[in-house]
């Protein structure tokens, strides 16, 4: 019998958004518009992935500093830099009260649409799935238990990047994560899947030798003259997992 096929999945942002973490900022500053409260989410989360990232990129990620710690470091700056807090709180210590509520929706985070339908339709169809994540791993695992289920979401496997203290786009994180598959590097029967909402994530996949699925709900645009064109293109990861199950039956004829 031939090995399932493996679909690795992006976690933060791709499989799960921060939608409840801009309710809560709502929450916290009432008179903030719902878009002008997404868009700081969104300076936040981008800030945070660029900040640790950076900090990776220079020997200084250890399990001290995983992603959950960075984004709790980096909230202050953002409210400062939209203006939501006087600068007079860049000074003094920051009021937990404002950011405490935001922090706590992380571990809590809400499935994207078409998670629940992707993961059945794929497991069914004997794919094999990994969530690989620059997020901590138990985090991880209860954002899955979650949405899924406890026994759906025992069927995946996990993939932190603080295993290897190195985030992702690192090259070696797309090495391990295939390590993790049970595939060496250069093996002939290489041959699996990435599914991301960051054409960054992909475009590093891809060089890695996966197949890659983009979700178009977070950055809309492939932007082909700058990372290439991904295989599949979806609106939901429901689309993505019907497009990765036909591409697949077309190769297995």
């Known amino acids: 019998m031939p090995a399932p096929v493996p679909v690795a999945f992006d976690v933060l942002g791709t499989c799960f958004s921060f939608d409840g973490c801009r309710e809560a900022l709502v929450d916290v500053f009432p008179t903030l518009s719902s878009g002008h409260a997404q868009s700081v989410v969104d300076d936040w989360f981008h800030a945070a992935q660029r900040d640790f990232t950076y900090l990776s990129m220079n020997g200084a990620y250890t399990r001290a500093w995983p992603i959950a710690q960075v984004l709790k470091a980096t909230l202050p700056r953002i409210y400062l830099m939209h203006g ?17 509520p935001v922090l706590s929706r992380i571990p809590t985070l809400d499935a994207r649409p078409g998670l629940d339908a992707a993961s059945s339709l794929l497991l069914s169809h004997g794919f094999r799935l990994l969530a690989a994540t620059n997020g901590g791993l138990d985090t991880t695992k209860g954002l899955f238990a979650r949405a899924l289920g406890d026994d759906e979401a025992r069927r995946w496997e996990y993939f932190s990047c603080d295993e290897d203290k190195t985030a992702k786009p690192a090259p070696s994180v797309y090495r391990d994560v295939w390590k993790r598959l049970g595939v060496d590097e250069g093996d002939e029967n290489q041959h699996g899947w990435f599914v991301a909402s960051h054409t960054w994530d992909l475009f ?8 890659t699925a983009f979700v178009t709900y977070e950055e809309h645009l492939t932007l082909p003259s700058l990372f290439g064109e991904p295989d599949v293109v979806a609106s939901n990861l429901e689309d993505a997992a019907q497009q990765i199950i036909s591409r697949e039956k077309g190769r297995a004829q």
């Open 84 to 100: 939501l807090v006087p600068s007079s709180c860049a000074s003094s210590p920051f009021p937990p009260y404002l950011t405490d």
């Open 204 to 211: 590093a996949a891809k060089k890695a030798g996966f197949k």
